[in-house]
């Protein structure tokens, strides 16, 4: 497969994330190695880059695509939730920046046999890391009415989906819901005709939804981006593009709780918890694609860029 993913808000990401020259660098989400090569480029022949990726594929692509970087580049195979652990047991902390590329890849979503696309007939699969045990197909099959229900109401923000849940339930009583396009069609036949001739693919935050929970991603990303904050070095930087409000609102709320963690009355005169800020946020608003970027990638047009930066250990009173 010719694995091609165009970086999204390159620009910015080097500009705010390239701090210094050298050092330890991180991409958690390496993907094709856009974002990697751009990093390397800017950040000089003395550093060294960390890149992970859960989908070995993608991993693969990258280690093609930054052959020339080969001495700078340590592949990791794994889901970003463990870089803290991984880094640490290796001998690799703390580093001096890190960056998170969220969401499906345009490659995942263009390669119908990964099941991610609602505009192809696959497999129902949707697993980022191939070695995962649970797939699309196998939470359709086997979550309640209830549960599949909450899914599509909380990861995709779909209004219909108490009425797409129970056409779920009822049809894989009759046949087992193996591929995307036979869901595709339980999606369509459970939204009102009316709902579907506005708007996005019926069947777009459904998949969005499924995707979401087969491989975890709002569950693991708190955690991940507090212990990537936690193995920064001091002035270190934090860089996360998000693709959609759900995880936009997870980085955001993070953010904020990092850079403000008084817990005390907002009605004392001082602070008296004791707690101290470990983060300065540097994109008070998130950071936009222009509207050149979004016409020559429209897969960019959701993406926000928040960026912060560790805070020194005797300025935490002063955030």
Same mark, same amino acid.
């Given at each position: 497969?010719?694995?091609?993913?165009? +970086? !999204?808000? %390159?620009?910015?990401?080097?500009?705010?994330?390239?701090?210094? @020259?050298?050092?330890?660098?991180?991409?958690?989400?390496?993907?094709?190695?856009?974002?990697?090569?751009?990093?390397?480029?800017?950040?000089?022949? /003395?550093?060294?880059?960390?890149?992970?990726?859960?989908?070995?594929?993608?991993?693969?692509?990258?280690?093609?695509?930054? @052959?020339?970087?080969?001495?700078?580049?340590?592949?990791?195979?794994?889901?970003?939730?463990?870089?803290?652990?991984?880094?640490?047991?290796?001998?690799?902390? +703390?580093?001096?920046? !890190?960056?998170?590329?969220?969401?499906?890849?345009?490659? @995942?979503?263009? *390669?119908?046999?990964?099941?991610?696309?609602?505009?192809? &007939? %696959?497999?129902? &699969?949707?697993?980022?890391? +191939?070695?995962?045990? *649970? =797939? $699309?197909?196998?939470? *359709?099959?086997?979550?309640?009415?209830?549960?599949?229900?909450?899914?599509?109401?909380?990861?995709?923000?779909?209004?219909? $989906?108490?009425?797409?849940?129970?056409?779920?339930?009822?049809?894989?009583?009759?046949?087992?819901?193996? =591929?995307?396009?036979?869901?595709?069609?339980?999606?369509?036949?459970?939204?009102?005709?009316?709902?579907?001739?506005?708007?996005?693919?019926?069947? #777009?935050?459904?998949?969005?939804?499924? #995707?979401?929970?087969?491989?975890?991603?709002?569950?693991?990303?708190?955690?991940?981006?507090?212990?990537?904050?936690?193995?920064?070095?001091?002035?270190? #930087?934090?860089? *996360?593009?998000?693709?959609?409000?759900?995880?936009?609102?997870?980085?955001?709320?993070?953010?904020?709780?990092?850079?403000?963690?008084? #817990?005390?009355?907002? &009605?004392?005169?001082?602070?008296?918890?004791?707690?101290?800020? /470990?983060?300065?946020?540097?994109?008070?608003?998130?950071?936009?694609?222009? %509207?050149?970027?979004?016409?020559?990638?429209?897969?960019?047009?959701?993406?926000?860029?928040?960026?912060? @930066?560790?805070?020194?250990? &005797?300025?935490?009173?002063?955030?």
């Amino acid at each position: 497969m010719d694995y091609q993913h165009v +970086p !999204v808000l %390159a620009q910015k990401v080097v500009e705010l994330l390239c701090w210094r @020259q050298g050092g330890v660098f991180v991409d958690a989400t390496v993907g094709g190695g856009g974002h990697a090569r751009l990093l390397l480029e800017a950040l000089g022949a /003395e550093t060294k880059l960390i890149a992970f990726d859960q989908d070995p594929t993608a991993l693969d692509a990258a280690s093609k695509a930054l @052959q020339d970087k080969a001495d700078q580049v340590t592949f990791i195979h794994s889901n970003f939730v463990h870089i803290s652990s991984i880094l640490t047991e290796r001998g690799l902390v +703390p580093i001096d920046g !890190v960056l998170f590329d969220l969401g499906v890849s345009s490659p @995942q979503l263009d *390669v119908a046999e990964r099941g991610f696309s609602y505009r192809h &007939d %696959a497999p129902l &699969d949707m697993r980022m890391d +191939p070695d995962s045990p *649970v =797939t $699309a197909a196998h939470l *359709v099959a086997t979550l309640s009415e209830g549960e599949l229900a909450k899914v599509i109401f909380d990861y995709g923000e779909e209004r219909w $989906a108490k009425r797409i849940a129970n056409f779920i339930v009822q049809e894989r009583i009759q046949s087992p819901i193996r =591929t995307t396009g036979h869901l595709v069609d339980i999606i369509k036949a459970a939204i009102p005709a009316g709902a579907r001739r506005e708007g996005p693919h019926p069947a #777009r935050r459904t998949f969005q939804a499924l #995707r979401i929970a087969v491989n975890r991603e709002l569950e693991f990303l708190e955690k991940a981006l507090v212990d990537a904050v936690k193995i920064l070095v001091p002035r270190g #930087r934090i860089a *996360v593009i998000s693709f959609h409000s759900l995880e936009d609102r997870i980085v955001k709320k993070t953010f904020s709780k990092l850079a403000a963690p008084c #817990r005390c009355p907002r &009605d004392l005169p001082v602070c008296v918890c004791g707690e101290q800020a /470990e983060i300065e946020i540097l994109t008070r608003r998130p950071i936009v694609p222009a %509207a050149t970027e979004t016409a020559q990638n429209p897969r960019a047009r959701s993406a926000k860029l928040r960026v912060a @930066q560790k805070v020194l250990p &005797d300025e935490g009173d002063e955030y």
